[in-house]
């Protein structure tokens, strides 16, 4: 079956630093992968999603890559910001450009400190 | 422009109530989901609706109904509560088949079972 595994968290870091949450995937034919946040008391919104291999998803400055080879899609920013800390979940759909039946990995917490 | 609303927001049951939690968007978007969080688990997939008049089990059904009322509304029905159903439950929406990729969550229900 399908699964998403991301690094163990919490993930501290002091601001502007730079960040990178690993994601790796196990999917059958050309799934596609999403990076989702979880504000403290809120739902899922989506930050970044990428369809095809080689695809970079980039939005509010974070960045991941669609690495098929490494069946790998990490997050990351160049310099956080206090705002950032919340959950981040990387997920993935089995359907090529599609967002249905998510499969989600267990969440990162990142905290980021003045 | 509500998006998806999950009423309520807290609940608190004892072993063997029933209950029914709402869910309902505004965004007119044809699939909806009910997802279970648990800690150190991510989020997994409870039932979902494709469309109107559909459903279907995802990876963890039992304990559970669904009922798609009309294209608003999706609710998760628990008929004999179990302290393993203790969890934070979210509703999501999606519009699959029109190139749009995004599942928009509510603000998610915290379900305590005593």
């Known amino acids: 079956g399908n699964s998403v595994t991301q690094m163990e968290g919490p993930v501290t870091l002091s601001e502007e630093a730079f960040l990178t949450i690993n994601c790796t995937y196990t999917a059958t034919g050309y799934p596609s992968l999403f990076w989702y946040v979880q504000y403290p008391g809120e739902g899922l919104q989506l930050l970044l999603k990428a369809t095809k291999a080689d695809d970079k998803g980039s939005n509010k400055g974070f960045e991941a890559t669609y690495r098929k080879e490494t069946t790998s899609f990490h997050l990351e920013k160049g310099s956080v910001q206090v705002s950032d800390s919340a959950v981040y979940f990387c997920?993935?759909?089995?359907?090529?450009?599609?967002?249905?039946?998510?499969?989600f990995g267990t969440g990162t917490q990142l905290k980021v400190e003045l | 422009n509500a998006g998806v609303t999950q009423t309520p927001k807290f609940q608190v049951l004892k072993t063997g109530q029933s209950m029914t939690l709402q869910c309902a968007q505004d965004?007119?978007?044809?699939?909806m989901y009910w997802y279970r969080q648990d800690p150190g688990m991510g989020l997994r997939l409870i039932y979902y609706s494709a469309s109107e008049g559909t459903t279907d089990k995802g990876e963890v059904p039992n304990g559970y109904n669904v009922s798609r009322l009309n294209k608003r509304e999706f609710s998760l029905r628990l008929e004999s509560a179990a302290p393993s159903q203790t969890s934070v439950y979210f509703c999501?929406?999606?519009?699959f088949g029109t190139g749009l990729y995004e599942q928009y969550f509510g603000p998610g229900t915290r379900l305590t079972v005593t």
């Open positions: 997920a993935l759909s089995p359907f090529t450009g599609g967002g249905n039946k998510l499969t």
């Open positions: 999501a929406a999606l519009e």
């Open positions: 965004m007119n978007h044809n699939s």
